[in-house]
């Protein structure tokens, strides 16, 4: 049981000790339990398991959440594991705030809700100190008061084959064990002596004294915060790190170093690479601070500089400086991110503040920021100290730290507040830091907006959402009529709901359409309307299905003053979010106010914004550049928050314990749960950018550029070492010259790294057959017997290929198409995966003939039959799961479906492995059925304008649960991230095509 993924754990059976029973009884009968211990001592395991144990007894959803604002996803009955929920190598102020406005529901959210967190122990004691936020005594159980039995002991020496006995010097048992599994790997260190801080440290230094290689793989990793992705080795900074420290590096030999790091100090998960015990990352990195403490400081990402702040404490003063020189040239980042811990230190805070004296500014907006109430929090008297001397005149400061102090720490600022008894009169000290909690908010007066009354086409992922919602809907309608117990439930369908949405307009916007010019203007209806007032002193009513009944999706756009100052833009600002707080707006959760600053530069840090007195629940606001895909991703991200609410709504009424609906419920609840993570997913209220799956993406600015010359562009795409443009050759050398000329530069300003070449074209338009759907038949003599040709791509950039199943056609045989009553030869299948015992895939790859390829409708369709860029989803399936995905098939065409989570696999396929394997289920209507096979299975993206798709899997084929005669609901599916895998294995690079510029 020692840290989070330990390599000795993945290999060796579950040890149930004293700690892990006790844990195992307090989770049983409280379904609330914090795990405390020292780093390595197994409370991340034990929480695995407890989760483990869950999810074998239970039909809910178990699963694994990392940031606290998850929970208000979380439906009920469901099971959470949160891992260290301060901070894992130090406390994560952001973490800590956000559980301190938590902590005093989740008791009462234990009673819906099942609950296993756990936390370093001296996090947890520093948060049980302070006022309100503290966990009751009978939800935790401190691992350091548990001691292990003899028998324990024994059990874990034996099943970690550890060779030194029980005596463990400076670590725990578990935490000896653990690290000696590891170690033990490194063959060519010779591990031989027994396991202490001392022989981890001689391990270290020996590593970076005797094989450069490795240890630069391991500075690396740390500088990259601890996972380092295919991506990072590609980048300049690995180049730059190396010729820093003197070393000779490419990325064939940076990689060997990775996979000889892999089977021992280096966890590896799909493309990246991290060291998961936290005492071996300690000592990683204090020998990395010892041998290259310029390159570590100056290049290590700051969020995980921040984390190993304590190994900062003992660096010489000529190192300190570089640090603190760091940490001022990146100010905002540190005060927004809230990156204090590298300031605890008394010595590097003086430096620090030193050199922000010379200007003024900077040294308010730190001042001004929360580094006060963090130093407090940490109980940090000596730096508290230093600080009060500096904000003689910012006693609001002072006072917003008392509530969240520990008693000693409130009396000093007591002490300072009263100092002047003048003002202490007049002073109310708070019991919290009222910037972290939701504050009450005048009644305001009636406000007037210029309502814009949108079209939903305007809005493609608004439009899909609200689609997938009805179909959710017609769903629980057919479930109510064969269960009795949801008759009671007040259903209102989504259909109910206003279809078109309202922006609000303010400021400068009125009477303005240049800052929306994606809305169809000829559609938009404008009209005066005033909105009703409600009181914000009364906490958001429960929703019943019902308030949706009529309900328009709506935000409001403020467009900044030009003529005004940005103080006073702040403050009209601050005014409207005021009015619409108490507006009917916030009938439906937060109301979200889009801000074009038209250039004013102010963000939501300025400090005029930090005393906004308005309930964060009620009004959320976001800034602007007013960019057509920025404004748009955020109108329908917007527009989506009341899709959350309803969502919860429905599930909260599917907790109910039914053995005739037991299938369709979990299906319902599967299918809510994918569609919430979409939406999760897809927001882009808290900036959350959706990356792209292939790495071989064409920047925003070069498609604009190539778009606007369409008519002379017959296409584009990447060729080996090369992006290549088609150009028709009848253009005049002048205007040739001139096209390239813009495309050039566009090129350039992207910082677009691949080199182009312009290519001569006819131009020559065909009209095409056949494409993603069509039939496919391997028997010429046998047409009614057929698979799914899933669609087009091309391997190693030049070779068209078509995709299907191995079962459809097998490899050597010729592959025909259907087209109409005719069937065209359309070419060998020249490779095959088969599914066995080791894998579940089904794939063929046909070379398509060379007479064909232009009759190919290369690009595959969305779920509309539009066609789209495409890409192969690379990530973790984890991050999508449950998910909502399409396919076009030749027997029942485009339809819709949900990818179970990982729990239902075990139960549906037995022994059978499933890493290779996706499990579809069926809807309303079926997924698949015969013909279908080789289909290629995607989800929508989630970006606002809709453009593009990612392949998750290609469609094999009904698979019968064990023990079970009746056709089963779940479709089986080779991952096409696995297939993409291995083809990349045997040198074959697959990737679809790009949506073509069709001649009208």
Same mark, same amino acid.
């Given at each position: 049981?020692?840290?989070?993924?330990?390599?000795?754990?993945?290999?060796?059976?579950?040890?149930?000790?004293?700690?892990?029973?006790?844990?195992?009884?307090?989770?049983?009968?409280?379904?609330?339990?914090?795990?405390?211990?020292?780093?390595?001592?197994?409370?991340?395991?034990?929480?695995?398991?407890?989760?483990?144990?869950?999810?074998?007894?239970?039909?809910?959803?178990?699963?694994?959440?990392?940031?606290?604002?998850?929970?208000?996803?979380?439906?009920?009955?469901?099971?959470?594991?949160?891992?260290?929920?301060?901070?894992?190598?130090?406390?994560?102020?952001?973490?800590?705030?956000?559980?301190?406005?938590?902590?005093?529901?989740?008791?009462?959210?234990?009673?819906?809700?099942?609950?296993?967190?756990?936390?370093?122990?001296?996090?947890?004691?520093?948060?049980?100190?302070?006022?309100?936020?503290?966990?009751?005594?009978?939800?935790?159980?401190?691992?350091?008061?548990?001691?292990?039995?003899?028998?324990?002991?024994?059990?874990?020496?034996?099943?970690?084959?550890?060779?030194?006995?029980?005596?463990?010097?400076?670590?725990?048992?578990?935490?000896?064990?653990?690290?000696?599994?590891?170690?033990?790997?490194?063959?060519?260190?010779?591990?031989?002596?027994?396991?202490?801080?001392?022989?981890?440290?001689?391990?270290?230094?020996?590593?970076?004294?005797?094989?450069?290689?490795?240890?630069?793989?391991?500075?690396?990793?740390?500088?990259?915060?601890?996972?380092?992705?295919?991506?990072?080795?590609?980048?300049?900074?690995?180049?730059?790190?190396?010729?820093?420290?003197?070393?000779?590096?490419?990325?064939?030999?940076?990689?060997?170093?990775?996979?000889?790091?892999?089977?021992?100090?280096?966890?590896?998960?799909?493309?990246?690479?991290?060291?998961?015990?936290?005492?071996?990352?300690?000592?990683?990195?204090?020998?990395?601070?010892?041998?290259?403490?310029?390159?570590?400081?100056?290049?290590?990402?700051?969020?995980?500089?921040?984390?190993?702040?304590?190994?900062?404490?003992?660096?010489?003063?000529?190192?300190?400086?570089?640090?603190?020189?760091?940490?001022?040239?990146?100010?905002?980042?540190?005060?927004?991110?809230?990156?204090?811990?590298?300031?605890?230190?008394?010595?590097?805070?003086?430096?620090?503040?030193?050199?922000?004296?010379?200007?003024?500014?900077?040294?308010?907006?730190?001042?001004?920021?929360?580094?006060?109430?963090?130093?407090?929090?940490?109980?940090?008297?000596?730096?508290?100290?230093?600080?009060?001397?500096?904000?003689?005149?910012?006693?609001?400061?002072?006072?917003?730290?008392?509530?969240?102090?520990?008693?000693?720490?409130?009396?000093?600022?007591?002490?300072?507040?009263?100092?002047?008894?003048?003002?202490?009169?007049?002073?109310?000290?708070?019991?919290?830091?009222?910037?972290?909690?939701?504050?009450?908010?005048?009644?305001?007066?009636?406000?007037?907006?210029?309502?814009?009354?949108?079209?939903?086409?305007?809005?493609?992922?608004?439009?899909?959402?609200?689609?997938?919602?009805?179909?959710?809907?017609?769903?629980?309608?057919?479930?109510?009529?064969?269960?009795?117990?949801?008759?009671?439930?007040?259903?209102?369908?989504?259909?109910?709901?206003?279809?078109?949405?309202?922006?609000?307009?303010?400021?400068?916007?009125?009477?303005?359409?240049?800052?929306?010019?994606?809305?169809?203007?000829?559609?938009?209806?404008?009209?005066?309307?005033?909105?009703?007032?409600?009181?914000?002193?009364?906490?958001?009513?429960?929703?019943?299905?019902?308030?949706?009944?009529?309900?328009?999706?709506?935000?409001?756009?403020?467009?900044?003053?030009?003529?005004?100052?940005?103080?006073?833009?702040?403050?009209?600002?601050?005014?409207?979010?005021?009015?619409?707080?108490?507006?009917?707006?916030?009938?439906?959760?937060?109301?979200?106010?889009?801000?074009?600053?038209?250039?004013?530069?102010?963000?939501?840090?300025?400090?005029?914004?930090?005393?906004?007195?308005?309930?964060?629940?009620?009004?959320?606001?976001?800034?602007?550049?007013?960019?057509?895909?920025?404004?748009?991703?955020?109108?329908?991200?917007?527009?989506?928050?009341?899709?959350?609410?309803?969502?919860?709504?429905?599930?909260?009424?599917?907790?109910?314990?039914?053995?005739?609906?037991?299938?369709?419920?979990?299906?319902?609840?599967?299918?809510?749960?994918?569609?919430?993570?979409?939406?999760?997913?897809?927001?882009?209220?808290?900036?959350?950018?959706?990356?792209?799956?292939?790495?071989?993406?064409?920047?925003?600015?070069?498609?604009?550029?190539?778009?606007?010359?369409?008519?002379?562009?017959?296409?584009?795409?990447?060729?080996?070492?090369?992006?290549?443009?088609?150009?028709?050759?009848?253009?005049?050398?002048?205007?040739?010259?001139?096209?390239?000329?813009?495309?050039?530069?566009?090129?350039?300003?992207?910082?677009?790294?691949?080199?182009?070449?312009?290519?001569?074209?006819?131009?020559?338009?065909?009209?095409?057959?056949?494409?993603?759907?069509?039939?496919?038949?391997?028997?010429?003599?046998?047409?009614?017997?057929?698979?799914?040709?899933?669609?087009?791509?091309?391997?190693?950039?030049?070779?068209?290929?078509?995709?299907?199943?191995?079962?459809?056609?097998?490899?050597?045989?010729?592959?025909?198409?259907?087209?109409?009553?005719?069937?065209?030869?359309?070419?060998?299948?020249?490779?095959? #995966? $088969?599914?066995?015992?080791?894998?579940? /895939?089904?794939?063929?790859? %046909? =070379? !398509?003939?060379?007479? +064909?390829?232009? &009759?190919?409708?290369?690009?595959?369709?969305?779920?509309?039959?539009?066609?789209?860029?495409?890409?192969?989803?690379?990530?973790?399936?984890?991050?999508?799961?449950?998910?909502?995905?399409?396919?076009?098939?030749?027997?029942?065409?485009?339809?819709?479906?949900?990818?179970?989570?990982?729990?239902?696999?075990?139960?549906?396929?037995?022994?059978?492995?499933?890493?290779?394997?996706?499990?579809?289920?069926?809807?309303?209507?079926?997924?698949?059925?015969?013909?279908?096979?080789?289909? #290629? $299975?995607?989800?929508?993206?989630?970006? /606002?304008?809709?453009?593009? %798709? =990612? !392949?998750?899997?290609? +469609?094999?084929? &009904?698979?019968?649960?064990?023990?079970?005669?009746?056709?089963?609901?779940?479709?089986?599916?080779?991952?096409?991230?696995?297939?993409?895998?291995?083809?990349?294995?045997?040198?074959?690079?697959?990737?679809?095509?790009?949506?073509?510029?069709?001649?009208?």
């Amino acid at each position: 049981m020692a840290d989070r993924g330990g390599y000795a754990l993945q290999k060796q059976t579950f040890i149930k000790t004293e700690q892990y029973l006790k844990c195992k009884s307090v989770f049983e009968e409280q379904r609330l339990i914090l795990i405390t211990g020292n780093a390595g001592s197994g409370k991340t395991t034990i929480a695995q398991r407890l989760l483990k144990d869950q999810i074998g007894r239970s039909s809910a959803h178990c699963f694994k959440i990392c940031r606290p604002e998850e929970l208000d996803f979380v439906g009920h009955g469901t099971t959470i594991l949160f891992d260290d929920i301060f901070g894992r190598y130090d406390e994560d102020v952001l973490m800590t705030i956000a559980w301190y406005s938590r902590t005093k529901t989740l008791v009462e959210k234990s009673k819906r809700v099942f609950f296993i967190l756990t936390s370093r122990e001296d996090l947890y004691s520093r948060c049980s100190d302070r006022t309100e936020l503290q966990f009751p005594e009978k939800f935790v159980v401190r691992l350091s008061s548990i001691e292990l039995t003899k028998e324990d002991r024994e059990n874990v020496i034996v099943g970690f084959d550890y060779p030194f006995g029980a005596n463990t010097n400076n670590y725990e048992l578990f935490q000896a064990c653990d690290i000696w599994s590891r170690l033990k790997q490194e063959t060519f260190l010779g591990v031989t002596s027994n396991v202490s801080e001392t022989s981890l440290q001689n391990f270290f230094q020996d590593m970076f004294k005797r094989r450069k290689d490795l240890s630069f793989a391991i500075l690396m990793t740390l500088i990259f915060g601890n996972k380092l992705t295919e991506d990072n080795w590609k980048s300049s900074k690995l180049y730059e790190v190396a010729k820093r420290i003197g070393y000779d590096t490419n990325e064939k030999k940076f990689k060997m170093s990775l996979d000889t790091l892999s089977k021992s100090l280096l966890e590896k998960d799909e493309n990246s690479y991290s060291i998961s015990s936290t005492i071996v990352v300690n000592e990683a990195c204090k020998c990395s601070l010892k041998h290259y403490p310029e390159a570590f400081i100056d290049y290590c990402d700051l969020i995980f500089l921040n984390k190993l702040s304590k190994h900062f404490d003992n660096m010489d003063h000529v190192h300190i400086e570089r640090l603190c020189g760091r940490l001022c040239s990146e100010l905002n980042t540190l005060v927004k991110l809230k990156l204090f811990n590298t300031l605890k230190n008394d010595r590097t805070l003086q430096i620090f503040l030193e050199n922000l004296s010379g200007c003024k500014e900077q040294l308010d907006m730190f001042l001004n920021s929360d580094f006060f109430w963090f130093a407090c929090w940490s109980n940090s008297f000596i730096i508290v100290e230093r600080l009060l001397r500096r904000i003689k005149d910012r006693k609001s400061i002072v006072e917003t730290a008392v509530g969240c102090s520990s008693l000693e720490m409130m009396r000093l600022l007591k002490r300072y507040l009263t100092q002047d008894s003048s003002e202490a009169t007049n002073t109310c000290i708070p019991e919290s830091p009222s910037i972290y909690e939701e504050m009450d908010n005048p009644l305001s007066h009636f406000t007037t907006f210029e309502a814009l009354k949108c079209q939903i086409e305007d809005f493609p992922r608004l439009r899909y959402h609200g689609k997938l919602l009805r179909g959710l809907g017609d769903r629980f309608v057919s479930l109510q009529a064969e269960e009795p117990r949801l008759n009671s439930v007040n259903f209102v369908h989504w259909d109910k709901v206003e279809k078109n949405p309202i922006i609000y307009l303010a400021g400068e916007t009125r009477g303005h359409w240049e800052n929306l010019p994606f809305l169809s203007v000829d559609k938009t209806t404008r009209q005066k309307e005033t909105l009703k007032t409600k009181d914000v002193h009364k906490s958001h009513p429960k929703l019943k299905f019902s308030d949706f009944e009529g309900w328009s999706l709506s935000c409001i756009v403020y467009r900044c003053f030009e003529g005004k100052s940005k103080q006073e833009n702040i403050s009209l600002i601050k005014k409207l979010s005021m009015d619409i707080a108490n507006s009917e707006l916030t009938g439906m959760g937060s109301c979200v106010m889009v801000v074009l600053n038209c250039g004013i530069p102010f963000t939501l840090l300025d400090e005029n914004f930090q005393d906004i007195d308005v309930p964060k629940s009620n009004v959320q606001i976001v800034i602007s550049n007013g960019e057509r895909e920025d404004l748009l991703e955020l109108l329908t991200s917007a527009f989506e928050v009341p899709m959350n609410e309803y969502i919860t709504l429905l599930q909260s009424n599917l907790c109910i314990e039914s053995m005739s609906s037991a299938k369709r419920i979990r299906s319902l609840k599967t299918e809510s749960d994918a569609l919430l993570m979409r939406l999760r997913l897809s927001s882009k209220l808290p900036k959350e950018p959706v990356t792209a799956s292939s790495s071989m993406t064409v920047p925003n600015e070069v498609l604009k550029e190539l778009d606007k010359n369409a008519d002379h562009i017959y296409g584009y795409g990447f060729r080996p070492e090369e992006f290549y443009i088609l150009v028709n050759d009848r253009l005049s050398p002048g205007k040739k010259k001139s096209l390239e000329g813009k495309i050039r530069k566009s090129i350039q300003n992207a910082n677009f790294s691949w080199k182009v070449k312009f290519v001569n074209s006819n131009g020559v338009h065909y009209t095409k057959h056949f494409g993603s759907g069509s039939p496919i038949v391997p028997d010429e003599k046998n047409p009614d017997k057929y698979g799914t040709l899933g669609g087009f791509a091309h391997v190693n950039r030049k070779d068209v290929v078509g995709l299907t199943n191995f079962h459809v056609v097998d490899k050597g045989i010729e592959a025909y198409v259907k087209d109409g009553d005719n069937l065209i030869k359309l070419g060998k299948c020249e490779f095959v #995966l $088969v599914p066995g015992l080791t894998s579940l /895939a089904d794939f063929a790859l %046909i =070379e !398509v003939n060379n007479g +064909l390829t232009e &009759r190919c409708r290369k690009p595959l369709v969305d779920d509309e039959d539009q066609p789209k860029n495409a890409t192969i989803y690379l990530g973790k399936p984890s991050l999508i799961v449950p998910a909502i995905v399409h396919k076009k098939g030749a027997s029942t065409g485009i339809t819709q479906g949900t990818v179970v989570e990982m729990m239902t696999y075990r139960e549906v396929l037995g022994k059978r492995e499933t890493h290779s394997a996706f499990l579809v289920e069926d809807l309303e209507q079926p997924f698949s059925v015969p013909g279908d096979s080789g289909s #290629l $299975v995607f989800q929508n993206s989630f970006s /606002a304008s809709q453009e593009s %798709i =990612e !392949v998750v899997a290609i +469609l094999n084929g &009904r698979y019968t649960e064990q023990g079970e005669t009746a056709e089963s609901k779940f479709v089986l599916c080779s991952d096409m991230k696995y297939i993409y895998d291995e083809l990349k294995s045997k040198g074959k690079h697959l990737q679809f095509f790009k949506k073509e510029e069709e001649s009208p």
